[in-house]
């Protein structure tokens, strides 16, 4: 059968809960600057500008006791008052009052840094990769396979599970071993996604536990860049470009297993919404089982099967949790998922989405 050598799917996907995929990096506090935003601040640039009398008195700052406590709050009260954030700042996104008032308050107290995580950019934009979406959208459809029947003889090496149900392990020097070659997804091919104008914001992630039959946020406290999302008021949509090479998976001599003839974008899709709306129920009995103060957390999870009525659900980004990351549920133990969760402010479950046709 003759097939196109490419075709090409846009998929709609509406962001349901704060979504943060970070750029590997933390600001620390002279790298930005909040005010009515958070500022990047090209700190180079900006010194090379300084008057001379300025250049001076930052010049003093960073002399000999540089590393002194004294020393660092100045040089914060330095950068902070005198950089003009309009012509300086590389980009700008709003805060939460959460950050801002804990920025002020610590904003003399140098043993707290402040480090931010920043949303990972292609110059000033932030994207969501077609990698990390192609990796979870691999996750689903790694958990249909294992649904349909498929006993697992490999449990110890991640690569050696995902040749198993792919059909994708070689025997190579009498060693079995992943072999690329099989990979269906090999033929799949995902662009990155660019984020519309103002469509992310530093927020706290609040950790919380179960101790004592309640929830308690633990001193893990992170500020990070993360989306805005339908469910916190803010309608967040952006469109996905998933391309299926037809000629490499379809044709049996590309090594591909038959078994995946028959995969398209409507048959991931679906394989999307079944393994992410299980993990969102499976994730939401675990975490609020036996707590007394739960309700609120729960409304949220059935906020988001809600809102993805007429879609697929789908999970991505930093604090998805295990759960959502892992294809089989006898390849994890209680101990392994822990009992712990990151909150956007105190509620949100992160990284679900809404994707449809």
Not at 22 to 36: A, M, N, R, S
Request: proline share 3%; net charge positive; aromatic share 10%.
């Amino acid at each position: 059968m003759n097939y196109p050598r490419q075709e090409t799917y846009k998929i709609k996907a509406e962001i349901l809960t704060p979504v943060h995929i970070g750029d590997g990096t933390e600001l620390e506090p002279l790298e930005y600057v909040i005010k009515d935003k958070f500022y990047k601040v090209n700190m180079e640039e900006w010194l090379s500008t300084l008057s001379n009398e300025k250049a001076e008195e930052f010049k003093k700052l960073t002399g000999k006791d540089y590393a002194q406590k004294a020393t660092l709050v100045a040089l914060r009260k330095f950068v902070r008052n005198n950089i003009d954030t309009g012509k300086y700042a590389e980009w700008a996104v709003d805060v939460s009052s959460a950050v801002q008032k804990r920025y002020e308050e610590r904003f003399e107290a140098p043993e707290n840094q402040l480090p931010m995580s920043p949303f990972i950019r292609t110059g000033i934009k932030p994207f969501l990769p077609g990698s990390s979406i192609k990796g979870a959208l691999r996750t689903a459809y790694l958990s249909y396979l294992k649904r349909s029947g498929q006993l697992l003889k490999e449990k110890g090496r991640a690569d050696l599970v995902e040749g198993e149900l792919l059909k994708a392990n070689s025997v190579k020097r009498d060693k079995v071993v992943f072999d690329i070659e099989k990979d269906p997804f090999r033929a799949i091919k995902i662009k990155d996604a660019f984020l519309p104008e103002k469509a992310t914001f530093f927020g706290e992630v609040i950790n919380y536990n179960k101790k004592d039959g309640r929830l308690n946020p633990t001193n893990i406290q992170i500020l990070s860049e993360v989306t805005y999302g339908s469910l916190i008021g803010k309608r967040v949509s952006i469109e996905l470009e998933i391309s299926l090479d037809k000629k490499v998976l379809y044709n049996r001599e590309s090594g591909i297993d038959v078994l995946h003839e028959k995969v398209d974008v409507q048959s991931l899709l679906k394989a999307c919404d079944n393994f992410y709306r299980n993990a969102l129920n499976e994730e939401k009995d675990k975490f609020l089982s036996g707590v007394s103060n739960g309700d609120v957390i729960s409304k949220v999870y059935q906020q988001i099967l809600d809102h993805a009525k007429g879609g697929c659900l789908f999970r991505l980004g930093w604090g998805s949790g295990l759960i959502s990351m892992t294809i089989a549920q006898e390849l994890r133990t209680e101990r392994k998922y822990g009992k712990s969760k990151h909150l956007v402010m105190g509620k949100y479950p992160m990284g679900f989405i809404k994707i449809s046709r």
